[in-house]
């Protein structure tokens, strides 16, 4: 399993978080439902016990204001 967890400031940034899986890394399906942004700072974690599928990123669509977003993901190995 794996967990992402997303963390942003700025000068109230609005928008809508996405954590999307993919196989060919062309076609992009949801894993939950969009988070949304507001405010000027916040954060968001994404917990996944099982996966079977090659690719994860996370997508920030934008509406307005400014700032930044970082991320960071934990990796355990599967046993057993």
Do not use: C
């Amino acid at each position: 399993g794996y967990s992402i967890q997303v963390y942003w400031t700025g000068t109230t940034p609005i928008g809508s978080l996405y954590y999307q899986a993919s196989n060919d890394q062309t076609n992009w399906t949801n894993l939950s439902s969009a988070v949304a942004v507001s405010g000027n700072t916040g954060n968001s974690l994404l917990d996944v016990t099982d996966h079977n599928y090659g690719y994860m990123r996370v997508f920030y669509d934008a509406t307005s204001g400014s700032g930044s977003i970082s991320a960071r993901a934990l990796l355990r190995s599967h046993k057993e």
